[in-house]
């Protein structure tokens, strides 16, 4: 089994500071905890990981935020990842980080064992803003650790964008945006913000408090985005994702193609043959749990083959390439023509999807109602054939 696994994720989930809009799992960075922590996460991992220096494609360390943890904690889990996986033959090997997180040891420490793409949290070219959003970092900190990057010899640098924030107007996200594609990086993820429940801006949305774009202004500043990468050679190839060629995301390619992945930490999603499961997120339960067994897992989920087809469709469109109709034929013995004939025809229709001899893809329409489009590939039965 361990051979049909592509990729690695580990969940460091401590922040100096909450943002205001996020809500995955984190805590305020304790130095006592975090050590228990990398113990933990060490023994979950050897644990369901047989063997030393297992092949692997890419390797993702998110969070949270990664470089919180002290020079000392970095240093170990490397190591750990380093003893169990075959960083050498690694295709991609990520870590996420706000900027200003880095000082000069941190950056060599990570590129001498062998991490090969940086993910940097900038999410706005405004410190208004960015304070606004609970992030520590100021607009200056983006220029000085991008510079330190570069000269440590990274230059599969990543940069993190979100638009339609409150107040933020369309010329203030084109501001931004041009900010960004002045460096000249290799690759940009872009989202709309998303108000979740249990953050600080869910409070404040409740209470009437939080004033974001009109809908009409966001599509406007996704169609900013599309022209404006377009312009400057960097593809769209994802939902919000855009890379010079070569430079798309290897390991998230791994989570848009359906393929299986090893999930560690508080709170992390796993994806592996026939099943997917999901951590345990607070932080004391998961450690101790880690600790005593290896398996803090909260619940595991059968995946059935209606499942699997229907998120074949599902991440597959989310691909600007789409889904590919041989792929799909070699890999559940079905064209999806014969599943969903009446769907493709009346999204082709709508001019939502587009079909050619060998791919199915979304519209450039089909895009921005990507999740109306989804719903339609949802199967009333279970698939027989």
């Not at 003893?83 to 706000?98: G, L, M, P, Q």
């Not at 009437?208 to 022209?227: C, F, N, S, T, W």
Request: with cysteine; net charge negative; aromatic share 12%.
């Amino acid at each position: 089994m361990k051979n049909e696994i592509q990729s690695v994720y580990i969940h460091i989930p401590f922040c100096e500071q909450i943002c205001h809009y996020c809500d995955f799992t984190k805590f305020f960075f304790n130095e006592k905890l975090a050590t228990e922590y990398i113990e933990a996460l060490e023994n979950e991992i050897n644990i369901n990981v047989p063997g030393e220096k297992n092949k692997v494609k890419t390797i993702f360390i998110g969070g949270g935020t990664p470089t919180a943890l002290t020079l000392t904690q970095l240093t170990s889990l490397l190591n750990i990842i380093n003893k169990k996986f075959d960083v050498s033959s690694c295709e991609e090997y990520t870590i996420e980080a706000n900027p200003g997180d880095f000082d000069k040891e941190k950056i060599q420490l990570l590129a001498a064992y062998g991490v090969n793409r940086i993910s940097l949290g900038v999410q706005v070219f405004d410190d208004n803003m960015l304070e606004e959003l609970g992030r520590l970092h100021k607009v200056k900190d983006v220029y000085k650790t991008v510079d330190e990057l570069k000269q440590h010899g990274f230059s599969n640098i990543s940069l993190d964008l979100i638009y339609a924030l409150p107040n933020q107007t369309v010329g203030q996200f084109e501001k931004s945006l041009a900010e960004a594609m002045a460096f000249g990086l290799p690759h940009l993820s872009t989202y709309a913000l998303q108000i979740e429940p249990k953050t600080v801006f869910y409070q404040k949305h409740k209470k009437g408090k939080l004033h974001r774009p009109a809908q009409d202004e966001e599509v406007e500043m996704y169609q900013i985005l599309r022209d404006s990468t377009k312009a400057h050679g960097i593809e769209q190839y994802e939902i919000s994702n855009f890379a010079k060629p070569g430079y798309e995301s290897k390991h998230n390619l791994t989570y848009w193609g359906n393929d299986y992945y090893y999930g560690f930490g508080a709170g992390a999603y796993g994806y592996l043959p026939g099943k997917r499961y999901g951590n345990i997120k607070p932080l004391p339960a998961y450690t101790k749990q880690a600790m005593k067994d290896g398996r803090p897992v909260l619940h595991v989920d059968s995946i059935s083959r209606k499942e699997r087809i229907e998120e074949e469709m599902f991440l597959g469109l989310r691909r600007t390439k789409g889904v590919s109709k041989k792929h799909f034929q070699e890999k559940f013995g079905i064209a999806p023509a014969d599943l969903y004939n009446n769907a493709i025809e009346d999204l082709i229709r709508r001019d939502w999807l587009a079909e050619d001899k060998d791919w199915l893809r979304l519209t450039d329409d089909g895009l921005l109602l990507a999740n109306e489009v989804f719903e339609r590939f949802l199967l009333d039965e279970p698939v027989t054939i």
